[in-house]
């Protein structure tokens, strides 16, 4: 593992990576839907193959400091937080209330994930 970046952060930032390349891979062809599907598929696996490589490193790595509940847990809050900006700049949709409501439950979930055994 890199010694240069705190092993606490090194998954975060990874983590943080992997998403934004997933979340391109997944929704980043809707703004080109005149596109044949086929290439929408390759292309989005193609950017899926550098998700893979953020993601791997960054559970291994990361595992040697949080649980995998924990890895899982920061793995869907930063999936969340990435989709919504993404959604917002890239795709032009609004978030609305319900969607903030949603999104606070799941960081309350985080939370108790986080929190250890009561």
């Known amino acids: 593992m890199p010694t240069f970046i705190s092993p606490y952060l090194l998954p975060i930032l990874l983590l943080l990576g992997s998403n934004i390349f997933m979340t391109v891979a997944w929704y980043g062809h809707l703004r080109f839907k005149?596109?044949?599907?086929?290439?929408a598929i390759l292309v989005s696996w193609g950017i899926a193959l550098v998700e893979y490589c953020l993601a791997v490193p960054a559970n291994r790595f990361g595992n040697t400091?949080?649980?995998?509940?924990?890895l899982k847990t920061m793995q869907e809050v930063i999936t969340l937080v990435v989709f919504a900006g993404f959604s917002v700049l890239y795709l032009k949709e609004a978030l609305t209330w319900n969607h903030a409501v949603g999104f606070a439950f799941i960081a309350a979930g985080a939370f108790f994930v986080f929190r250890g055994p009561l």
Do not use: D, I, K
């Not at 005149?34 to 290439?39: D, H, I, K, M």
């Not at 400091?65 to 924990?70: D, E, L, R």
């Open 34 to 39: 005149e596109s044949p599907l086929l290439l």
């Open 65 to 70: 400091v949080y649980t995998t509940a924990q």
